[in-house]
C-alpha cells in the first residue's frame, strides 16, 4: 500500500509561496493518480489538486492559476507550488492516493498564510 510523508509547510505572509513534497513508498506508485488535499478546523477535508500517472493535473476552483501540482515518478514524490497565498489556504495539508483512501493519510503539513 502506499505510505506518505508530507513536508514543507510552515508560516508565509499573504502573497508568498512554499512547495510542498510528499514522499510516498510502495510498489505501484507510479501506476495510481495522487491528490494533495487540504483541512481546516472544523471543515471536512477537500481535494485541492489531483495528479494522474501520466501527469495530467485537475485543480479546485479556489485555487486554479495559484497552485500547481506535479510528480516525479522516479523519486516517488508528489509537490505542490502553492503561489500568492491568501488566509484563506490556512490548513493542514495532506497529499493521498486520489480517490483519497483510508489507509494512505500521512501525518499532513501546517501552511499558516497571516500577516
Known amino acids: 500500500q502506499v505510505q506518505v510523508v508530507e513536508s514543507g509547510g510552515g508560516l508565509v505572509q499573504p502573497g508568498g509561496s512554499l512547495r510542498l513534497s510528499c514522499e510516498a513508498s510502495?510498489?505501484?506508485?507510479?501506476?495510481?493518480?495522487m491528490g494533495w488535499y487540504r483541512q481546516a478546523p472544523g471543515k471536512q477535508r477537500d481535494l485541492v489538486a489531483n495528479i494522474n500517472p501520466g501527469g495530467s493535473t485537475n485543480y479546485a476552483d479556489s485555487v486554479k492559476g495559484r497552485f500547481i501540482i506535479s510528480r516525479d515518478n522516479v523519486k516517488k514524490t508528489v509537490y505542490l507550488q502553492m503561489n500568492s497565498l491568501k488566509p484563506e489556504d490556512t490548513a493542514v495539508y495532506y497529499c493521498?492516493?486520489?480517490?483519497?483512501?483510508?489507509?494512505?493519510w500521512g501525518q499532513g503539513t501546517q501552511v499558516t498564510v497571516s500577516s
Open positions: 510502495g510498489s505501484f506508485f507510479r501506476l495510481v493518480a
Open positions: 493521498n492516493l486520489y480517490p483519497s483512501n483510508v489507509n494512505s
